[in-house]
């Protein structure tokens, strides 16, 4: 595969970037280690979400039902297996659902999908849970000797790899097929694309990662249940980042992340019931003032300028 | 002569309207056909059967002997058919040569890379847009833009080109220019079928027409014999003038 210049050029300040980012614990006390831990998360959670909701706008809500397959994995899984062994588990068994999901569902339209996804991570927390009440086991430990440090630089790999995913993704037919997918679905028929199976094979690459990043997170939460595991909240928190710094380009997720990740630390502790206000609030800014993210906003502040310039 | 497509009593009823009524033609390969007919006598529709748009209520619609009334329309794409929309529909967010790429990376031929840059840019030469690929679809104007759907449809080579109203609302000098590129395209070994009510181009491209009326097929000949059949005329006029 031959690279241009400019693309040498954004790779190596790409390699950079995650260099200084895996110094990070290094350099920081436990506090902004965690927060470090919850922006990777969500960076690799809203990003692989874009990849997907990005070009083709169907609106998924089930991350929290990825993650909590992947979490559940590690909790149940622990006691048999290796840790190392259940990622990969994970990632599988996140993919299967996710391919699942896609037969059933992303042949019809968007508003259906958007239900049917929040539905399916409330659906798997209900069932959970009545397994439990049933068999009389509550939460579940994962004690192991995973420590912080562990989970932010697995968090990052898979970070680097979404990132390289969706890069090649880019570059392939199936990128260029979700393009005309998100223009014009009946165009993207005629002009002889499988629009369901592009669908659904790149719904496939969230899925997979969100359950890879819930086994990742497992041993910090060192208990685990339905609740946790699947929180609806978790599903909304990713849309609205990604929506917020952007899915036009990769890194327009990571510039939405950040921010709204530092303001949630804020407020959760100077008005932890105030949460949800920020998360409706968000939802407005994009709505009304950033429709395409801060992705949009640096693009027209360009054109601006270059019009400026032109003048 | 081989039929390069043949409707055999192809039927669509949307619910209970018959749109179509066991309809019956054969397109000579390398010809034009036109399929003419009042408003609303289901000349799109059979477009959007043949095309796999919609799928049929009756009947089997073969091409070059194969059935392909049982495909889902990529697949028909991929055997060479193209199509048109009666409403142009581009690709917004992209520019005008990623729209013709678009027809040739996935179609009947497929090329990607250099090679689909190269071929959409030989497609928009031939529509008459060389060297505007660059541009983006909202500063084309509305002729420009029927232009660049055909190139897309042209960029994935197919052996039969069904055109929509594909010259309707262009104005007199380009009207020309239109009859000219379908000709063009019919002496590059093309099978065209197109829905029209431009009589002109009618008259001076089709090799045999079909007119339809409330889903059924009337008349099927030569133009000029068609246009002076009584029957077509009272279809399109009403009693009083046949």
Redesign the interface.
């Known amino acids: 595969m031959r690279m241009t210049e400019a693309e040498w050029r954004d790779l190596v300040i790409c390699l950079l970037c995650l260099g200084v980012a895996a110094c990070f614990p290094w350099m920081v006390g436990a506090y902004w280690l965690s927060i470090g831990v919850s922006i990777a998360m969500f960076t690799v959670l809203s990003t692989s979400w874009a990849i997907f909701s990005g070009p083709t706008h169907f609106i998924s809500l089930a991350t929290a039902a990825f993650f909590g397959v992947g979490a559940y994995v590690v909790g149940i899984g622990i006691d048999y297996l290796p840790y190392y062994v259940l990622l990969p588990i994970a990632a599988v068994l996140g993919g299967l659902l996710a391919f699942l999901v896609g037969l059933a569902t992303l042949r019809l339209s968007g508003v259906y999908f958007v239900i049917f996804t929040l539905g399916l991570a409330e659906f798997l927390r209900q069932m959970i849970t009545w397994v439990q009440n049933i068999s009389g086991t509550k939460g579940m430990y994962v004690l192991t000797s995973i420590t912080e440090e562990h989970i932010y630089w697995q968090l990052l790999a898979l970070a680097a790899g979404v990132w390289f995913s969706g890069w090649m993704i880019g570059r392939m037919?199936l990128g260029?097929?979700l393009?005309?997918i998100?223009?014009?679905e009946?165009?993207?028929?005629?002009?002889?694309?499988?629009?369901s199976r592009a669908k659904v094979l790149l719904f496939m690459l969230p899925g997979s990662v969100a359950a890879l990043a819930g086994a990742i997170i497992a041993p910090r939460y060192v208990y685990i249940e339905p609740s946790i595991a699947f929180t609806p909240m978790l599903s909304f928190q990713v849309v609205i980042m990604a929506l917020l710094g952007g899915t036009g380009r990769l890194w327009g997720p990571l510039v939405g992340v950040i921010p709204f990740t530092l303001l949630w630390e804020v407020i959760s502790i100077s008005a932890p019931n105030q949460t949800t206000l920020l998360l409706g609030v968000s939802f407005l800014v994009i709505v009304y003032f950033l429709p395409k993210g801060f992705v949009g906003l640096v693009a027209s502040i360009k054109r601006h300028s270059s019009i400026r310039g032109a003048q | 002569m081989i039929s390069a497509l043949s409707l055999h009593a192809v039927t669509k009823r949307f619910g209970g309207l018959v749109a179509v009524n066991r309809l019956e033609f054969d397109v000579v390969e390398n010809q034009v056909m036109g399929l003419i007919g009042p408003n609303g006598s289901g000349k799109s529709t059979v477009l959007n059967l043949i095309?796999?748009?919609f799928p049929l209520s009756a009947g089997t619609i073969r091409m070059h002997g194969n059935i392909i009334s049982n495909l889902?329309?990529?697949?028909v794409?991929?055997r060479g058919v193209?199509?048109t929309?009666q409403l142009v529909?581009?690709?917004?967010?992209?520019t005008v040569l990623e729209n013709v790429?678009?027809?040739t990376?996935?179609?009947?031929k497929r090329r990607?890379g250099a090679e689909a840059d190269t071929y959409a840019e030989a497609m928009l030469e031939r529509v008459g847009l060389g060297g505007r690929g660059d541009m983006s679809v909202g500063q084309l104007t509305y002729i420009d833009t029927k232009r660049l759907e055909l190139a897309?449809v042209l960029a994935?080579d197919p052996k039969i080109i069904l055109l929509d109203e594909w010259l309707a609302g262009l104005n007199p000098t380009e009207l020309g220019q239109g009859i000219n590129l379908i000709r063009s395209l019919r002496d590059d070994g093309k099978t065209i079928i197109l829905v029209e009510h431009v009589m002109d181009a009618i008259r001076s491209l089709c090799d045999e027409c079909v007119v339809m009326a409330a889903g059924m097929k009337i008349a099927q000949g030569k133009p000029e014999q068609v246009l002076s059949n009584s029957e077509v005329i009272r279809a399109y006029l009403g009693d009083d003038d046949a």
Not at chain 1, 187 to 193: L, P, S, T, Y
Not at chain 2, 105 to 108: A, E, P, S
């Open positions: 037919r260029f097929a393009r005309i998100g223009d014009d009946t165009v993207a028929k005629h002009v002889g694309i499988n629009t | 095309s796999g748009a889902q329309s990529q697949d794409a991929r193209g199509r929309f529909r581009l690709l917004s967010s992209m790429k678009a027809g990376v996935f179609g009947y990607w897309r994935g």
